[in-house]
Every structure is written in structure tokens, then in C-alpha cells.
């Protein structure tokens, strides 16, 4: 006997692969909540990555780093590290860019911390990806720092 889970886990897998784009970022952000996330991995790397509709990838990639863990950022940066489309990429780049929670103190720290466990993730691209972004960001000493001399 299918349990119901396994049935809307199905449908959901199904909906990845439909011809409307708005139903494949609805699979996508459906999918990105999912806890069992490896079990899809290949299906959320698909949509990301997806030729048809940037709206797709962008909607796919803010449902993961909306989870706030180690498992979302790696799918996306995993994701940007194949992107070979321009505008695909641009979209992925955008989701890390303008995710509104790092822009907390929290959330900023939570990102430098999650990027730290993935510069030794055992794919290349992940660590250049997490290499890339780190060396944008500057260090929360040097904000402290440039914060004193305002002061002063």
C-alpha cells in the first residue's frame, strides 16, 4: 500500500516535469520544504537549473535558502556552480544576494558559519562557489572596527 506522503511526494515529482513553469515552481518551492530533500536532490538540481523559465530557478533557489540550513545552501550553490546559461546563474546569484535574512546580524553569522562547513564539501564547485562568496564578505571585525573610527 502507497502511503499518502509517497502519493503526494509523486505528484509533486510529476509536477516538477510540467510544461507550465509556474506549476514547476510551485514543485520546486514544494520540494525545497520537503525533509526527506536528498531524496529529490537530482529533481531540485533540475529545477534549478531549469531551461525554460528563470522563474523556475529563482523561486526554487529562495524556497531553499528560506530553510535557513547547511542542505539548502549547498543544493544552491551546487546549482550555481553548473549554471551555464547567463541568465540562470544571474538568477541564482540574485537568490544568495538579496536574501533578506542575511542581512541580520543572525542571519549573517548564520551564512558565514554554513559557507565554513561547506568550504570542505566534497564537490569542487560547492567550494569554489563558498571561496567566491567569502571573499566578498568582510569580516564582522572590520565592520566593528570601521564602526569605531565612524565614532570618532
Known amino acids: 500500500m502507497v502511503s499518502t506522503d509517497d502519493q503526494e511526494l509523486s505528484k509533486v515529482i510529476e509536477d516538477a516535469a510540467s510544461p507550465t513553469w509556474s506549476v514547476r515552481a510551485a514543485a520546486g518551492r514544494r520540494l525545497a520544504r520537503s525533509a526527506g530533500i536528498a531524496e529529490v536532490a537530482d529533481v531540485l538540481h533540475r529545477l534549478l537549473l531549469d531551461a525554460q523559465d528563470t522563474g523556475v530557478t529563482s523561486q526554487t533557489a529562495e524556497a531553499l535558502l528560506a530553510r535557513k540550513d547547511t ?3 549547498r543544493h544552491v550553490l551546487l546549482a550555481r ?3 551555464a546559461d547567463p541568465s540562470t546563474a544571474e538568477e541564482i546569484q540574485a537568490a544568495l544576494d538579496c536574501d533578506p ?3 541580520t546580524t543572525q ?3 548564520r551564512l558565514i558559519k554554513q559557507l565554513r ?6 564537490d569542487y564547485g560547492v567550494r569554489d562557489e ?3 562568496i567569502l571573499a566578498r ?4 571585525e572590520e565592520w566593528a572596527r570601521d564602526r569605531d573610527d565612524d565614532a570618532l
Do not use: Q
Open 71 to 73: 542542505v539548502g545552501l
Open 81 to 83: 556552480s553548473w549554471a
Open 101 to 103: 535574512d542575511w542581512m
Open 107 to 109: 542571519g549573517a553569522d
Open 117 to 122: 562547513e561547506l568550504a570542505t564539501d566534497a
Open 130 to 132: 563558498v571561496r567566491r
Open 137 to 140: 564578505i568582510r569580516p564582522r
